[in-house]
């Protein structure tokens, strides 16, 4: 895309780059929380060195000296949005250090600091955002004869294979490192009421605590034990991730995604945390994040590889379903991103009145909401099974409630203290509220409070935010500010099993001490790892929030078409994460932004062309 750059006078060019490094020198170096008595020497005093100042400050200058004659130019959108990066970034750090969002207002001297860190990220962000636009559509040299031309060849001809098997090969020490079996606190519930030690609760998809129960049935028969199952679902599962991300890696490069992103992706997946540090681990958001990735494959490849009569095939057909089924399935919101892209598939075809497209797109979406549909009503009308509770659902009103109560707990009504004590104890509420997590409000609300109990709350909430809406837009900040934010270590991990040992026992389920060493190995390569420059953004659920931002600002300026389903699916993804129950530490709920970002780059790649070229 050619970009037009308006005439100016070289001084004044040279004067607008000086200013925008001085801005990204300050925010990348100030203190935000250092004050001092006089506000306006608080903003020096919150500065380093001279001498560090001045060397970053010369570094940026020249980077964007460079970027004004290599980069494309951005317009009026790009800029605002890389405006609200810069702000959400103020913010965020703010959220993370103090817990709060007051801390820019509480001085003039403060307020002055915050402007130049949120113009300096705003800098930062717009020059991020056109080097992402030059790499990605940088026309690509052919490789020069290196030795590895047998790899390569290797690579070319059996891509999906060849990943595979690197996946593999990387991922060996950690799944050896994970035996027996590792989990999460959530799988732990599912894994007792699979061997009937709690009742069956929908709060955790009945369809995944029985695929548990068929694993620990069959190490019982088979194998030396339900522990020896468990390890067994384990392997199905890193075998499946492994086939996933290389047929990822195999549309990536018929998309002709360009082989920096490619190389780099694979990389990152065979050693970044995000992939790796979870591949092992029994963990709900796993499977359902490759079935996620699997799903946006084949609607990348039906949408812009132009297949003739691909998605007619069985091959396209089965991958739906199975993506489909587990997509709907191992996680309770599934169908808050499958049922709304099916649909814009569905629409789409119909607006063009393809009424075959319309068909391949039934035939491909149908059956697993069917599926969907028979397993939800088995599981409402099963006397064995209790109902999932509505607190689920109502993380984020119960956090924006908790910050009202802390902040207005005076002003309240009585009236209104006892429509909110029909679902939360209303003397309990201040004082277990954190900003960052729902959990501990989530929790004082009983399992089996009905709609009945809930609507009195519900209208004290309406109410409120109605009288106050910026505190309930504060408590959905303070509690998603880690969504945008590429800078906080916000990475977890996950040992062990937390069962009891009579569970052990019961599955015959045996840890060698021998493999201490190995855990122990694999924890001080993660240290070095994490002190990689750029090793942690990419890890991190934040970088990849901003880089879907973007992608969307970029298939805007490249009119890039047939990126809806997956723009719509990762946007509903995103959504979801700020009416869940917190984003810190639990990088989980993200997954499906990382592991489908490289797909999302490659299509928009595609797209842009196709439109050029048809242009």
Known sequence: MKTTKTASHPLLELAADLARAVLIACAALMDMFVRSNDNYVNWWVSLPHPWATTLVTAGAFCLLRRARRTLPELGLGSRLLALFLGMWYLFAQCAATTGDVAQPFLTHGQTLKAAVTALGMACVY??????????LFAPERPLAPTRAQALLRLYREHTQAFCVAVLLLCWLPRVVSAYPVV???????QVEQALGLEPLYANHPIFGTLLLRLFIRVGKAVLSGGGAGLTLCVLAQVLLAATILGYSQAIMRRLGAPRWLRAG???????????????????????????????????????LLREPGYTRSAGHLLRCWAAGVFLLLIRNNGIFIFL????????GSLRTRDMRRAAHTLAATLPPLLVFLAVSVAVNTSPDIRRASLREALSLPFQQTARYVTLHGEDIPQEERE????VLPYERIAKLYRPMLSDPIKGLCPRDATFEDVAPYLRVWARQFLRDPLTHLQATFLQNALLLDPQTFNIASFTGTGLSEDVMRALRMTRPQALDALT???????????????????????????LLLLACALARRRRARGLAPLLTALLIAMGIIVLGPCIQNQDRYGFPLIYCMPLLLACLRRAAQQNREAA
């Open 126 to 135: 717009a020059l991020l955002l056109r080097g992402l636009e030059a790499l």
């Open 183 to 189: 989990m999460s606190s959530d799988t732990r519930t």
């Open 265 to 303: 992706t694979l990389l990152l997946c065979g050693f970044g945390q995000a992939y790796s540090g979870n591949v092992a681990v029994l963990l709900k958001d796993v499977p359902y994040t490759y079935a996620f990735l699997l799903l946006a494959c084949e609607f990348a490849r039906a949408a």
């Open 340 to 347: 709304p892209v099916c649909t814009l598939l569905l629409f």
């Open 419 to 422: 429509s909110i004590s029909t």
């Open 520 to 546: 122990a190995l694999i924890a001080h390569i993660d240290a070095l790892l994490y002190g990689m420059p750029f090793y942690i953004p990419l890890n991190t659920v934040g970088f990849y929030g901003v």
